[in-house]
């Protein structure tokens, strides 16, 4: 098939392009040209790049219009984040593409009633980016029973080489790896038990593919995707440690001090990741489409800190 990717050299993209043109697909790579993927292989000669502005183009009202003129029969969008965004793909997609596959995340259902959950728990999100993909979750499947072709995939933390991962203590600074390194204390919020479900993109990556392989069992259907089971913040501090030949240092406050230790963008993410606590089940993903994640959530984070330094 002719399969458009938007978003073709991002975090997913660059696992996801090479996986669809060594199945046999003509990729259309769609991007704002500023960077080169995170990982070259030798597939991305085979693929048609075509840069665009999605932001101007939205402006415009033409966004929607240039996907539809590229033809495929399958778009996989991983960068839209508003209803309004992927509403203006949609329209012009109408009649004119087999499938339309959308990258949300499992922060759709807010705080989690019980665990392990799967894709029929209430969306009960907060924060900006749940809700909005909570939103473009509810548009795209209500346009799927009307007749449009829509699959939607909700991710766990991506992580992978090339970009910081959520840390052990929830947030970014890749220092709390240096400290778990070198055998400094590593302070984890409350008593570290919150959780974590990272997922490798080339996890995510094959799990599109998977999707596009499984087109008529996954049009009209949601599904997490992560690593098969969570991490506490704890176990994750000791199992990094241990790449480094240490035993983790660690001490532990109560979160109103902990966040004084944090900017406040740190303290924002360390309080969402505890407050989801994410322990999303894949077993839809296992038997619909076949997903089996190959990375742990803790050695996908490893394969993007040791890979890197």
């Not at 303290?267 to 989801?276: E, I, P, Q, S, W």
Request: proline share 6%.
């Amino acid at each position: 098939m002719r399969i458009a990717v938007l978003g073709a050299t991002g975090h997913i993209g660059t696992w996801l392009v090479p996986r669809l043109v060594q199945r046999g697909h003509d990729v259309i790579g769609v991007s704002r040209g500023i960077r080169a993927p995170y990982r070259n292989s030798p597939e991305w000669a085979d693929v048609r790049h075509v840069v665009l502005d999605r932001d101007a183009l939205e402006r415009a009202g033409s966004f929607g219009t240039t996907i539809a003129a590229l033809a495929s029969d399958a778009v996989i969008d991983l960068i839209s984040f508003t209803v309004d965004s992927t509403a203006q793909v949609v329209d012009a997609l109408r009649d004119r593409v087999g499938q339309f596959l959308h990258c949300g995340t499992l922060w759709v259902h807010g705080v989690p009633f019980s665990r392990p959950y799967d894709e029929t728990a209430p969306r009960k999100p907060f924060g900006e980016y749940g809700v909005r993909k909570a939103a473009i979750e509810k548009f795209l499947l209500e346009e799927a029973t009307r007749g449009f072709p829509a699959t939607v995939l909700h991710p766990g933390h991506i992580t992978g080489p090339g970009w910081d991962p959520i840390n052990p203590a929830g947030h970014l600074d890749p220092r709390v790896f240096d400290r778990l390194a070198s055998g400094d204390v590593v302070t984890l919020p409350n008593d570290g038990s919150a959780t974590l479900q990272h997922v490798h993109s080339d996890d995510v990556a094959e799990a599109f593919a998977l999707a596009v392989d499984h087109a008529p069992d996954s049009i009209g259907e949601s599904f997490h995707i992560a690593a098969c089971e969570p991490v506490s913040m704890r176990s994750y501090a000791e199992q990094a440690a241990q790449w480094f030949g240490r035993n983790a240092n660690l001490a532990f406050l109560p979160w109103e001090e902990f966040r004084t230790t944090l900017t406040q963008r740190e303290a924002a993410l360390t309080y969402d990741h505890m407050a989801h606590s994410p322990h999303a089940s894949i077993d839809k993903a296992r038997r619909v489409l076949s997903f089996e994640p190959r990375f742990t959530a803790v050695e996908a984070v490893k394969d993007a800190v040791t890979g890197s330094r």
